[in-house]
């Protein structure tokens, strides 16, 4: 299995769905160091090659392994929160991912009862200030 990865990775495999087979190693820019031999056109049978069969097939193999490297950045970037937000609890490594979502919520809820406290502190000085705007007008109101 790990040959099949290995070959959708360096796209070995959809280069032969589109007739294209690299002449030496390929290079870090995606290119083999003595380029390409190409076999596309008449087939013994009678078909051409590559049928379109198997260059929407290629493409699609693209477009599915691009989306996984898309995902396994998400998943290496979502990995260095988490191991951030537990690192600031001094908690350098978890056998039970569970304990980890526990650190991070109860962080959560920590943070949403200081904002609660906070807001309601926000409400207190806005009554008071109320009260006291309706006692001045009262008094203007009377003596005007």
Same mark, same amino acid.
């Given at each position: 299995m790990t040959s099949d990865i290995h070959n959708l990775r360096d796209g070995t495999i959809t280069h032969r769905l589109r007739c294209k087979y690299p002449l030496g190693p390929i290079m870090q820019d995606g290119e083999p160091e003595f380029g390409w031999r190409c076999f596309n056109g008449p087939a013994p049978e009678g078909m051409v090659l590559p049928t379109p069969l198997m260059l929407e097939a290629?493409?699609?193999i693209d477009a599915l392994t691009a989306e996984v490297t898309r995902q396994?950045? /998400?998943?290496?970037? #979502?990995a260095l929160?988490?191991?951030?937000?537990? @690192?600031r609890h001094g908690?350098?490594?978890?056998?039970d991912p @569970?304990?980890?979502i526990d650190v991070l919520v109860?962080?959560?809820? !920590?943070?949403?009862? !200081? #904002? /609660?406290?906070a807001l309601a502190g926000v409400v207190r000085v806005?009554? /008071?200030?109320?009260?006291?705007f309706d006692a001045a007008r009262a008094a203007l109101s009377t003596t005007g």
């Open positions: 290629a493409n699609n396994n950045a /998400r998943f290496d970037i #979502l929160s988490v191991a951030s937000a537990l @690192g908690v350098t490594s978890v056998d @569970g304990e980890a109860a962080e959560k809820d !920590q943070k949403i009862a !200081q #904002l /609660r406290e806005a009554d /008071r200030k109320t009260v006291e």
